[in-house]
Nanobody
Framework: QVQLVESGGGLVQAGGSLRLSCAAS???????MGWYRQAPGKQRELVAS???????NYADSVKGRFTISRDNAKNTVYLQMNSLKPEDTVTYYC?????????WGQGTQVTVSS
């Protein structure tokens, strides 16, 4: 059974930090893992991604503030979010790519208060 279990979202004050985690199970030969976010009424957008070799890609809006990492042995991807801003308040989704297929987590809410 394929599962992407996200954790770590919540409420934080502006300038604070949160760490999101996403553990994948039932998926083999994962290539790229990443985090996306989606505000109500808007398209889902890439926040950060990381390949199996450790190459990373970030949205301009989070460069220098967010860091993506992964543990290949645990099929887990992390997103360390520092210097959070109110505009980072959205639902964050984990994504895995494997064997030409794309898998999504259920989403975790991040709320940054001003």
């Amino acid at each position: 059974q394929v599962q992407l279990v996200e954790s770590g979202g919540g409420l934080v004050q502006a300038g604070g930090s949160l760490r999101l985690s996403c553990a994948a199970s039932g998926i083999f030969s994962i290539s790229t893992m990443g985090w996306y976010r989606q505000a109500p009424g808007k398209q889902r957008e890439l926040v950060a991604s990381i390949t199996i070799y450790g190459s990373t890609n970030y949205a301009d809006s989070v460069k220098g503030r967010f860091t993506i990492s992964r543990d290949n042995a645990k099929n887990t991807v992390y997103l360390q979010m520092n210097s959070l801003k109110p505009e980072d308040t959205v639902t964050y989704y984990c994504q895995c790519r494997a064997g030409g297929r794309i898998y999504w987590g259920q989403g975790t809410q991040v709320t940054v208060s001003s």
